[in-house]
């Protein structure tokens, strides 16, 4: 069957696939699981401090934008220990390393800490690339290690970079200071003073809006932004809110840029060779197949993404510094866990797991504390855990249940843990990760018959197969 | 002692390398010995000369040398500790031999990579059956033919490179499909490995091995803890096989059996060959039969 | 299966034994360049220096008794980390949030029973069983905690911390990892990580996340060279004073009959009491388990479990109760070592154990896994390397350098730098 044939047969199909997956593929799956996560927190937000629809929006907004982000690093380290079986836990790290290559090549030339001043594009560009190159460092030594230290490898890369960039030896230098040929470059990471990212992903989204993005104060409203803007601002939606939205949606995009890529890989005779490293490199390599190469080369890609994922994440803020949150090794264990889980190995898992991690696990716990301290007046808070377990003595719980709502981000830690010793326990392969994603670019078990090899039944299979 | 010339002198027939000392004494005043070491090396698939090993002090595989006519189906067998697994992993590239050096059709194996030894056409199963736990029967023999296009990261992602890797693999299934009749586990294409039964993974390893089209195979107990229908099955497939040209180097425990099967045999003990030839010049011999003494022969 | 990785691992050392020996040679470098600097000679090309340069002998001294201290610290905690590495196959990620612990309710303890003593008790307890946490209460200068003033209080807590941690990883043990003794050690390992997490922020929901002093007052030592002769005494002013050839009367002032070094005259190094005690807890710790290793019968299934646990489950040798005795030892050890490290510094955060994990990390394996003198001594190598390197680097990359080595010893020398030497 030549190309022009198959493709003739799966051009018209491409709408229906997209509608197929929807109705029974693992889009519907996916929206299904939004669909009550959205469903959950508009109840939250209804029970809660009233704020009316504008909050149930800004709410919603938040939980969609927390999870795409986490979705598109959870697919990432889906490549790495979900196919390939690499125990990375050194991810804020390769983030860290795209930003701050992001932030150096797109911050101007005459900024504090100064930067190269290039085009958004080739921040990003860049911001991947040195990531990449990251991963092959740490990657080329490290991948013929145990699964257990290049976890510990990775971590300690990952906290390298955090303190390097903390140190005021980086916070401004010269490259090539002294070289005649070469003109002097400064650059900096600005170190605990942090770096500020005018141009960043989210200018070409406030673009639409606003005629002067970098600051929407000083500049007016786009036609668009006129007649978007009021009609969201009529029932009650932030200006804020609908920019945030809309970046929201440009990060679904990427999503799904992630996940088709991933896709492909995995269901390539590539991906096979992932999964034979997962599970017996000896094998593997007995088969004939350069493990070491691999390794290599699905190690880099992920940390590019890696490296993305993080620029789209931090760059937002317009700013970043090394204290963010985004760059703890902290922050690398949520990733894991949602790819817990989701279910290591599964792309739509991947997906699954980074909506509930960032739902019920990150901003779950915030919104129903809200509701308690909504119906249970408990007056001031206490302060300490001594003047919270004191009135329980005379049988007060009111002042412990205080105390426990106003402290409820460092519980949620603890429930955070706790629900990963509880599936590792019960449901080590998560939600999906039992699925069995066959790694082949084709229907294996579709064979054609063999005598009459044309057959309309060949070309719905190939249709299908992609 | 009988270590008089029964392996050695006069039996011309078949590469014969007994390199216990007293037997090395002999064959070297033995003036034809140098021309039939050339002669060996025109038959021989694969020369092993004066393989060493140690672990830990320990010497696993101590001055190994013998070698595989092409063609032929040579057993190696010897008692539990007696260097064979090794020996494989020494061959294989899996360990790196402390001295020695391995060749196979003419070409040095000795510091090549494992997975560059599979592509010359050297492919090996494992003792104990390792197929990969999470993947089907049919992805575990897709995995293995060499030189896939789809390898390649671009052709497997790239949208106008993908259509190419897609008509290899309509192909490859085809020969899957067929490797999966011929070893009767088509039934089982969709199972995961992981679920098979001990003699259906041994069919299936043999089976994923034979995708990669090696001109030798090297199999480690292939017959281990399969049920007597199916090592039949198993023994016909392999019989077959090297009718039409495919080099077989046997290590098993059951002695009887290779005995049967094997044209030559190696009998290893404590790292060395103690003795080889022809079954029955090896059923007699004392020293075999003293090494084994206290072991079931 | 392991014995293979072992060899693989081995193989690896083989064949990587060129980059040892770069390694080894830049190591060589840095050493004659710290000679060249004490002596204060200077190598130079042009502007730019290749070696030596100066740096005082007393600043040397207190950056190896620094690194010392900190690396005795690190060894004590790196022994359970080691013992549970090789004995139940994991690498617990948990194992520094068990020095937090162990540091938090040896501490609570010293702060109550010092609070007792100085009748601040009284409508305190809460407040002092939580180390001070809240605005009101008696300050850590009204308990003026240190050993001399307050021993019972530092000795009932470092008995707490040791019991404390022992009965926290004795619990964590049979709620978490019992039940796990089947799986993989990534399975576990990442089991050990929801732990740390949970561990970690309980003690902050308790604790609070705010870092506190702990101590005040404590004596000093100073090693001086006063004309060339050491001495010791416990004011600068006796020194100074002594230098200019007028030792006060009635001040502390012991001159040492050993060496002359001509007229040298110089501020050697300060010892403090919290100092001195890390460091003589710890080699009385280490020299007790080594006692208990070589001469027990259990130590003895120990070091035989550790080396094989299958070997050791044919011959009979119980294996939990070897498992058992792994987790008092080392939560016993971990939680010491966060008491003490705590002290030494004077100050506790909820974050302590978490931000030593990766030092002690790279003890453990730079020792080898599985050796407990392999971690001592890794512990205080990775603790010389942290302070020392400050010669040549800034102090922002201390950590980091410390990191670095570990992540070059894994991939030059995976079985360690003692290479492959197990248990004891």
Known sequence: MSDADRDAATAPTVTDRISEEVREGDAGLIALVMFGVYALFTIFVILGPSQGIGGIVAALQ????????????????????????????????????????????????????????????????????????????????????????????????SEIVRLSLLSTSLEEFTLFDGLAVVPDLTLG??????????????????????????????????????????????????????????????????????????????NSPFGRVLKAIREDELVANSLGKDTRMFKVKVFMIGCALMGLGGILWETQRGFTDPTSTTFRPLQTFYIFIALIIGGAGSNTGSVIGGALFASLLFQGPLYVSRIFSKYIPTGDAPSTFAAALGPLGSLDVTPFLAYTLQNISSLRFVLVGVVLIVLMHRRPTGLLGHRKEVASSIDLLDREPRQKPETPTAADGGGRDD | MTEDGTTVEGSGETATADRSDEAETEQAVDSGESARRELDAESASLVVEDLRKSFGGIDAVDGVSFSVER??????????????STTFNLITGVHEPDAGRVAFEGETLTGMRTSSIANSGLVRTFQIARELEEMTVLENL????????????????????????????????????????????????????????????????????????????????????????????????????????????????????????????????????????PPAEIRSNDRVIDAYLGEDV | MATSERLADWRLAVVERPKTTLFGGLFVLLFLDLLFKLVGVELTVGSASLLGGSLAVGRLVTLVWNGLVVGLGIGLAGIGLSMTYSILSFANFAHGDYVTSGAFAGWAAAWLVAGFGSGAFEGNALYLATVGFGPDGPSSAVLSINVFQTPLAVFAGLVVAVLGTIVLSLVLDRIIFEPMRDQSGIAVLIASIGVALALRYLVVFVFGARNRGLTAGGAKLILASVDGKLAFADKRSTVIQAQSGDVPSGAFYTELPVVDFGSYSAELVTISSAEMTLVV??????????????????????????????????????TERVVRATWIIGGGLAGASGYL???????????????????????????????????????VLIGLTNSVSLVWIPSSFSTAAAFAIMILVLVVRPDGLFGGVTTA
């Open chain 1, 189 to 266: 990471s600005g170190a605990g003073r942090g770096i500020s990212m005018p141009i960043n992903p989210t200018i070409p989204v406030k673009s639409l809006y606003y005629t002067n993005p970098m600051n929407p104060a000083s500049g007016s409203r786009t036609v668009v932004g006129n007649t978007v803007l009021p009609a969201f601002a009529s029932i009650g939606v932030r200006e804020t809110v609908v920019v945030s939205m809309t970046y929201t949606l440009v990060l679904i995009g990427f999503v799904v840029l992630f996940y088709v890529l991933l896709r492909r890989i995995g």
């Open chain 3, 341 to 379: 490290i705590a002290l030494e510094r004077g100050t506790l955060a909820f974050n302590l154990g978490w931000l030593l994990l990766l030092l002690i990390f790279a003890a453990v394996i730079l020792g080898g896994i599985g050796s407990i003198y392999g971690a001592i001594a890794g512990g």
């Open chain 2, 71 to 84: 063609g032929s189906l040579t057993g190696l067998i010897g008692p539990n500790g007696a260097g064979k």
């Open chain 1, 62 to 157: 938040a939980i969609t934008f927390w999870t795409a982000l986490y979705a598109m690093l959870v697919l990432a380290l889906n490549l790495h220990w979900g196919y390939t079986g690499l125990f990375n836990i050194g991810v804020a790290g390769f983030m860290a390393v795209g930003v701050y290559t992001f932030a150096a090549l797109t911050a101007p030339t005459g900024g504090s800490p100064p930067g190269l001043g290039l085009p958004l594009w080739a921040g990003i560009v860049g911001g991947m690339a040195v990531a990449a190159l990251a991963g092959a460092l740490v990657a080329l030594p490290a991948l013929r290690l145990r699964a257990d230290y290049l976890a510990i490898v990775t971590v300690a890369f």
């Open chain 3, 281 to 318: 807890v710890s080699v009385v710790l280490m020299y007790a388990l080594h006692v208990t290793l070589q001469r027990t019968k259990l130590g003895k299934a120990m070091r035989a479990m550790a080396d094989n646990e299958d070997l050791a489950r044919v011959t009979g040798i119980p």
């Open chain 2, 142 to 277: 897709m995995l293995s033919p060499r030189g896939q296009s789809g390898e390649t990261l671009t052709n497997a992602v790239l949208p106008g490179l993908r259509g190419s890797v897609r008509d290899e693999e309509r192909e490859l299934r085809e020969t899957v499909w067929e490797t999966l009749e011929l070893f009767e586990i088509d039934h089982l294409a969709e199972e995961r490995a992981g679920n098979l039964s001990g003699g259906q993974r041994k069919l299936l390893e043999l089976a994923r091995a034979l995708m990669l089209d090696p001109t030798m195979m090297l199999l480690d107990e292939p017959f281990a803890g399969v049920n007597p229908t199916l090592e039949e099955k198993l023994l016909d497939r392999i019989h077959e096989l090297r009718e039409e040209g495919l080099t077989f180097l046997l290590v098993e425990h059951d002695i009887d059996l290779i005995m049967e099967h094997c044209e030559h045999v190696i009998v290893m003990h404590q790292g060395q060959v103690l003795a080889e030839g």
